[in-house]
Each structure stands twice: as C-alpha cells, then as structure tokens.
C-alpha cells in the first residue's frame, strides 16, 4: 500500500500536484482546486498536531468498518469532511501547491515519531497509518481533479 514515507510515491503525488491550474475543474464535489489543495493542507497540519481538538470521532460506522474504508474500499464521492479540515483559505494557487508540498515534507520528517493525533474519523493511528490515509487522500482528490 501507498503511503507518503516513500520517496518515489512523493514524487508522483508531487507531479501530479504540479499539472493543477487554477482553471482546474472538479469531476464531482464542491470544491474549487485552490480550496482542495488547502484542505489537503489542513489534514497535514492535523497529522503535524498543528490543530488539536478533542479526541471524539464523528458520526459514521463502526471503528472496525473504519479502517478497512481508510486502506480497502473506494472512497465514495462528496463524502463529509470534518470541520477542522477546512480551516485554511485560498491563495493563490502557486503559493497553495508550495505550502502543501512544504507541508508534505513536514509530515514526512516526522516518521520516526511515536505519538500521533487522533484523528476525527478513523480515531487512533500510528505514522504508517496516517502516512497511508495521507497518500489515499491526496490521491482521491487529484483524481477529482482529473489528475
């Protein structure tokens, strides 16, 4: 399985990054490509501890249903997000692609770390399982993206 630890799986996602314009349309969902790109901003800085809320998940399925959706099963579009993963506004997209891959390094650094945040959903994960969701993440929104 992907996950964000790898440096040849970095270079994709990164790649793939690069080729967002701001004339980038959606194949579903609400939102716009610079506001995409600081959602996926807001996850890093959750798994970075940056953002702190607490330990409660949202409503949804049982923990046990919950990780086989985060490492298995399709994700389904115009899913709910978590209020604390759209905290960030737009910028212009350049400054938006340089931060997320800013971002992306940090979360990166931190592999070798011990304690992770609790996440809102998939509740208690260690840094192989949030470098994981991390990288199924990114990917299900480029391919919103189209790319």
Known sequence: MNDIFEEKNIKYLSYRISKL????KPKWG?????K????LQDQLRY??????????????????????VRLYIPWPK???????MLQTKPDEIEKDKLLLF?????????????DWPFHP???????????????RHIDYHLKQFGV
């Open 30 to 34: 609400k939102f716009n490509v610079n």
């Open 47 to 68: 798994a970075t501890g940056v953002f702190n809320e607490e330990k409660k998940l949202i409503k949804g399925p049982p923990v046990f249903l919950r990780s086989i």
């Open 121 to 135: 959903f998939f509740g208690t994960l260690d840094g192989k399982g949030w470098a994981r969701l991390i990288y």
């Open 102 to 114: 800013e971002l992306l390094e940090q979360v990166r650094e931190k592999k070798e770390q011990k």
């Open 21 to 24: 314009k701001s004339s980038s």
């Open 78 to 84: 115009n899913s709910p997000t978590a209020p604390s």
């Open 36 to 39: 995409m790109l600081c959602h």
